[in-house]
């Protein structure tokens, strides 16, 4: 009986609080707010911190052109996440997906609605994701998402008002489980089999760090497609 | 007349068939893997890389002349001790063979300074041989595949150096490399002042260098007792000037053992061949 009057609430206040924040609305600004970026041209600092990998901080430049073209150009060899690089939710919105308003957040004293999204196409890896939405300014601040067969990362965000007048990232920093299955084999012959074993306490995963900083924005001024051929570039 | 009696032994070297095999074998090889890596390279490296892939994009040419070299050095080094015994084997013994060693005893010259000039003449030898590798693989490499940051892949970490932080480290691992293979030289003209016959020297050498490989490789107590005493030990430590930060303490651990070898095989040489009874 404890149970169905249980059930019976929860359900009652979940509807309650669905139809008071409803996440569709707020998810359909974010997608809206960003839609107004046709392209842009970025400069980025990039900083790893991942327990395996020794590197020293790198630029790059990115490019961005709607719906879904990206191209990175860096004098040397840069390392950049794939997951939010772009920082954009087209790729989670644009798909079925299934979403619940979770709640009311603080981050950085900004109010945010935390909302649950789950996809429900198969062509992604994310099995849940966590947004926190700026409500008033319609961006995300922050993403928590669990990917399979990669584990759990998250997305913190701070962003600057473009010279253009859009709101875009200015930093990023997006934390991931590493372990060392992503150390490469092979290739080192003779390997130090004492260097072997003091790293097998680090078989357990581990959070790695990307840092990135933007600058020097250029927003909507057209980008060619042949920057992102990635043939050209090569030559 | 150290140098002249250096000189005259380089003059035996270099005129022998048996010197250019080395050079040679490395001439040929290190193209072919060359054009195995231009064929097959960004293969093998997003198969090294896969698991950083899945998460991440890897931008820049990873594939290029530093990387190339160092994967050549590090395949070779286990190789080229078998290019040195051939010929520093030959070093005394080939005397004893060709029925020059009286002769040579005869003029004024001590047996002492007939030694050292040998063990100098075959470490120049050795030198020429790793710095041919590295004008093979390095230059020819980076003429081939062009420049970049070099990605050394050890068991414990990734690292990236970057392009002006690369050559003062090949430079100082083709040196180890020269010393490490000076040892293999001793060693050899060590066994060739004990036989007249440059054959069982070459296989000794190699006999010697494979059973403490595999003393090396077995994970025994008792053997892990004699390994810091063995040369082979350090043969790859080369792999220490590219590591971040530098493990100086390793790096002048391995010089003082593999200098001490060359001291030892060197008096022992000496030892034997002032005792040696000259009969032929």
């Known amino acids: 009986m404890i149970k169905y009057i249980i059930t019976i609430l929860l359900t009652f206040s979940f509807n309650y609080f669905s139809q008071v924040n409803k996440p569709e609305p707020i998810l359909e600004k974010v997608k809206e707010e960003f839609n107004k970026i046709e392209d842009y041209q970025v400069d980025v600092k990039i900083k790893v911190d991942i327990f395996f990998l020794k590197m020293s901080d790198r630029e790059a430049i990115i490019y961005y052109k709607r719906p879904d073209k990206f191209h990175i150009k860096s004098e040397g060899f840069a390392l950049l996440p794939k997951e939010g690089l772009n920082f954009s939710p087209l790729e989670l919105l644009n798909s079925k997906y299934t979403a619940f308003y979770e709640k009311e957040d603080t981050i950085k004293g900004i109010i945010t609605a935390v909302i649950k999204v789950i996809p429900l196409e198969g062509g992604t890896d994310i099995i849940l994701s966590t947004l926190w939405i700026d409500t008033k300014r319609n961006l995300i601040m922050k993403v928590e998402s669990s990917r399979k067969p990669s584990g759990n990362f998250s997305i913190d965000l701070d962003y600057l008002k473009t010279s253009e007048g859009y709101f875009l990232p200015s930093s990023m920093m997006f934390t991931f489980s590493v372990d060392r299955s992503m150390l490469p084999k092979g290739f080192d012959i003779g390997n130090d089999s004492e260097s072997v074993k003091t790293s097998t306490d680090s078989k357990k995963p581990k959070n790695g760090t990307v840092y990135l900083e933007y600058s020097n924005y250029k927003v909507n001024k057209g980008i060619s497609d042949e920057v992102f051929d990635e043939k050209l570039d090569k030559k | ?280």
């Open chain 2, 1 to 280: 007349m150290i140098f002249t009696l250096t000189k005259i032994e380089l003059l035996k070297i270099f005129r022998k068939w048996r010197t250019y095999i080395g050079f040679i074998a490395i001439g040929l090889l290190v193209p072919l893997l060359h054009l195995a890596m231009y064929l097959e390279g960004q293969r093998s490296l997003e198969l090294v890389t896969r698991g950083l892939r899945d998460s991440f994009i890897l931008v820049g040419n990873l594939l290029n002349g530093y990387w190339i070299s160092y994967i050549i050095l590090n395949a070779l080094t286990i190789h080229i001790p078998f290019l040195i015994a051939l010929v520093a084997a030959d070093l005394l013994a080939g005397e004893a063979t060709a029925g020059t060693y009286r002769l040579l005893i005869t003029r004024t010259v001590s047996r002492m300074q007939i030694v050292t000039s040998k063990f100098i003449a075959g470490i120049i030898y050795t030198i020429s041989l790793v710095l041919f590798l590295a004008i093979m693989s390095l230059l020819v490499g980076l003429l081939i595949f062009g420049t970049g940051e070099l990605i050394v892949m050890r068991p414990d970490a990734i690292i990236v150096f970057e392009k002006t932080d690369i050559i003062w480290r090949f430079i100082l691992a083709y040196s180890f490399a020269s010393l490490s293979m000076s040892v293999v030289c001793s060693l050899a003209i060590l066994f060739s002042s004990l036989v007249e016959n440059a054959i069982g020297p070459i296989v000794s050498t190699m006999a010697v260098i494979i059973i403490f490989v595999i003393i090396s490789a077995f994970d025994v107590e008792i053997l892990k007792a004699i390994r810091p005493y063995l040369f082979t030990n350090y043969i790859l430590n080369w792999r220490e000037f590219f590591g971040n930060p530098l493990d100086t303490g390793e790096i002048i651990k391995a010089v003082t053992v593999l200098c001490a070898h060359i001291l030892v095989f060197f008096t022992a040489t000496l030892w034997i061949f002032q005792k040696k009874d000259i009969l032929s």
